[in-house]
């Protein structure tokens, strides 16, 4: 029988956890790599008045109750490896190191670089992260001025001059400098496109090729060009216009207005999960995984929701929040055709194991009139 290691789960909490702070207390987007970047676990995305920035830090994030056994003043000592700190101080954005700890549910952080690192006699370095230093509300203009002290700018190669050269320009890759009506037409017609194809249902390749082919359609990449060149064009079309798509069928985020189908919103969502009487706590909504606090006025639980591919992320998420909360978390699968029973019998043995409440709710489509 294959087993789950203790370390495998502490890690996830971690992950977790961050991914909740980062997101419920910043106010800001998490992006997991989940590809195994050496020494970096995630990147933070500063968020400025619901407009993404692009200015970004590294996270390497470390989870257990072993990362904080060696007290320092006022805090604990971390001591990276040589291979880890070449990597981290030679990275191309700032780098920050997140320590979770399990007892007290916080995480704790500190900043990797010349002014924090202290070599010591051994000629091997340390640095020590700050008990005080948690992150949450209270971190958001250090590590604002954090995220600010690089470039964080993209040199991408212009279309060629009329001397044939090809001159570098600095062009940012999420869309800020876009005047507001050329975004709002941007959006409605790339969201109208995704709309008739059926976005969240194509392959990778698929959506691969539509994005080369909006970067040529007039009505999108034509009104970006004055503003982009064609490499960020597709950057910005795939890393921050479509992942607002889905939280815009479901009536969130700055994009819901221009979509033309609609998902459950997550008022429906909680009232399918809970009962007539819940509704979603204003302010609570969080992503990656998708959740908020769902109250009845007297009560309050947990909330998280996707698909079935996203089941054990979702699962992690509410394990992260679910010690010492009075009701248990609801983990809700959304799906467009049923699941055979087979399936959701796994799924339910899997989440009672893990003391979550499990629900399965169809994702009905709802055409808009515009």
Not at 122 to 138: F, W, Y
Request: hydrophobic share 40%.
């Amino acid at each position: 029988m294959m087993h789950r290691k203790p370390s495998a789960r502490s890690a996830s909490l971690g992950v977790a956890r961050t991914r909740l702070a980062v997101e419920e207390e910043l106010g800001w987007l998490f992006r997991e790599q989940v590809t195994e970047d050496f020494g970096i676990d995630a990147h933070l995305e500063v968020v400025d008045d619901e407009v993404v920035t692009g200015k970004l830090v590294a996270l390497q994030i470390k989870s257990g109750l072993s990362f904080f056994q060696e007290q320092g003043p006022d805090g604990w000592w971390f001591r990276p490896t040589k291979d880890h700190l070449r990597y981290w101080t030679n990275h191309s954005l700032p780098v920050v190191l997140v320590m979770y700890n399990p007892e007290t549910k916080q995480c704790h952080w500190q900043l990797i670089d010349g002014s924090t690192l202290i070599e010591t006699s051994t000629g091997n370095s340390k640095v020590l992260v700050p008990e005080r230093q948690i992150l949450s509300k209270s971190a958001r203009r250090q590590l604002h001025s954090i995220a600010n002290s690089r470039s964080n700018t993209v040199s991408v190669e212009a279309s060629p001059t009329s001397t044939g050269a090809s001159p570098m320009r600095p062009v940012s890759w999420y869309g800020q400098r876009m005047p507001k009506k050329v975004r709002a037409a941007v959006v409605s017609s790339a969201y109208r496109a995704a709309d008739q194809v059926g976005w969240d249902q194509l392959p990778n390749v698929e959506r691969s090729r539509l994005y080369s082919a909006w970067v040529d359609d007039p009505s999108i990449g034509g009104i970006m060009a004055p503003y982009f060149s064609k490499q960020s064009i597709r950057i910005w079309l795939k890393d921050s216009l479509m992942k607002e798509y889905v939280r815009a069928k479901e009536g969130v985020g700055p994009y819901a207005q221009f979509v033309t189908i609609r998902y459950p919103t997550p008022d429906e969502i909680v009232s399918a999960a809970c009962g007539n009487g819940w509704f979603v706590e204003s302010g609570s909504m969080t992503i990656k995984p998708s959740h908020c606090f769902a109250t009845d006025g007297i009560y309050r639980r947990h909330i998280f929701w996707g698909e079935a591919a996203s089941f054990e992320n979702l699962i992690v998420a509410a394990l992260a929040v679910a010690e010492g909360e009075l009701l248990r978390p609801i983990v809700v699968i959304l799906h467009r055709k049923n699941h055979s029973m087979e399936q959701k019998l796994t799924l339910r043995k899997l989440a009672d194991r893990a003391q979550v409440k499990l629900i399965f709710l169809t994702r009905v489509e709802t055409k808009l009139l515009k």
